[in-house]
């Protein structure tokens, strides 16, 4: 088999093509782990909702949680990746950038693909079981969205919309992980977070917007067209404006602050430099937002930080 089959346009020169052994890689590839950026995608809203509930508690994160949520969202993401590919398998043997994936491609067979999910669930739920029972009941609740998605590009041109319900429901996890139940800093998180997801998957769409109006396939990309820079703005605006909320909401300061302003500047910065005709530029754009999810991740972390110092005193 040739060993550099399987890789796609955005998945060149990673550690799986360079040190995997040759019969696991059309496995790791189909659930995306020679392509991590999803993983930290589905993993910063987990990590802002438990900086979020570390500055309304006044104490630092709790590091095992973060471990948790670490582990958890790069297995989950890989299962969800597996289940779209087996949905999407005929489409993606008609678009340029995916038809080398492992299953339009026959390096990977349907019932393999069905086990390494099921394998990879099974990860995704062991570590759920870590936490307390209302953040265990949460965190089940998601897999009805993450089920669904796959299809709805075939029925709606905002996709990007079900994409943000389950990318973002990580911000409604760290929150509960801590306190056992949903208040409302956590579901205001939550809007923001859909915005941004919003926002930076019609960034990654527009890779295949040809592709996809060939073959009948939706997305905001397509539907946005020309307009695409205003509607980032605007998606954009309505995240770091239901974000700031929610850290205020939770007691956040003058770090928080700080934090949110330069991860508004991160998103702007985006939107200025967005070109909708150069995919290479779209997918480094999309790329860029695990900087600024970190930013935002960090600020709430020192908040965290100093108002527990506060607090000691």
Not at 82 to 95: E, G, S
Not at 154 to 181: D, E, K
Not at 216 to 233: E, V
């Amino acid at each position: 088999m040739n060993e550099a089959a399987g890789r796609v346009a955005d998945s060149t020169g990673n550690w799986v093509d360079r040190r995997a052994p040759a019969w696991a890689r059309p496995y790791l590839r189909l659930g995306r782990f020679d392509r991590p950026i999803g993983a930290w995608l589905l993993l910063l809203p987990c990590w802002w909702s438990l900086g979020l509930a570390a500055v309304r508690a006044a104490q630092p994160i709790s590091l095992w949680h973060a471990l948790l949520f670490f582990i958890g969202a790069f297995a989950m993401r890989g299962a969800g990746c597996t289940w779209n590919d087996i949905v999407d398998r005929d489409l993606d043997a008609r678009v340029e950038r995916t038809r080398s994936r492992p299953l339009p491609s026959g390096q990977v067979g349907l019932a393999g693909a069905a086990a390494f999910l099921l394998l990879q669930a099974a990860l995704g739920l062991a570590v759920l079981l870590q936490f307390n029972r209302f953040t265990v009941f949460v965190g089940l609740a998601s897999l009805a969205v993450v089920a669904i998605y796959p299809f709805m590009k075939r029925v709606t041109y905002w996709p990007q919309i079900v994409l943000g319900l389950a990318f973002s429901w990580g911000a409604l996890m760290g929150w509960p992980a801590t306190f056992g139940r949903l208040d409302p800093p956590a579901l205001l998180l939550y809007a923001g977070a859909i915005c941004w997801v919003i926002g930076y998957d019609t960034i990654y769409a527009h890779q295949d917007r040809e592709d996809d109006a060939l073959i009948g396939i939706k997305s905001t990309a397509l539907l946005f067209g020309a307009r695409t820079k205003p509607m980032l703005a605007i998606f954009f605006t309505a995240a770091v404006v239901l974000i700031g909320w929610a850290g205020w909401s939770a007691g956040g300061g003058i770090v928080f602050g700080l934090g949110l302003l330069a991860f508004a500047a991160h998103l702007a910065w985006q939107v200025g430099r967005l070109d909708i005709d150069d995919p290479a530029l779209c997918l480094a754009l999309f790329k860029s937002n695990r900087d600024a999810g970190l930013i935002l991740f960090a600020a709430l972390v020192l908040d965290a930080a100093v108002g527990h110092l506060n607090f000691a005193r």
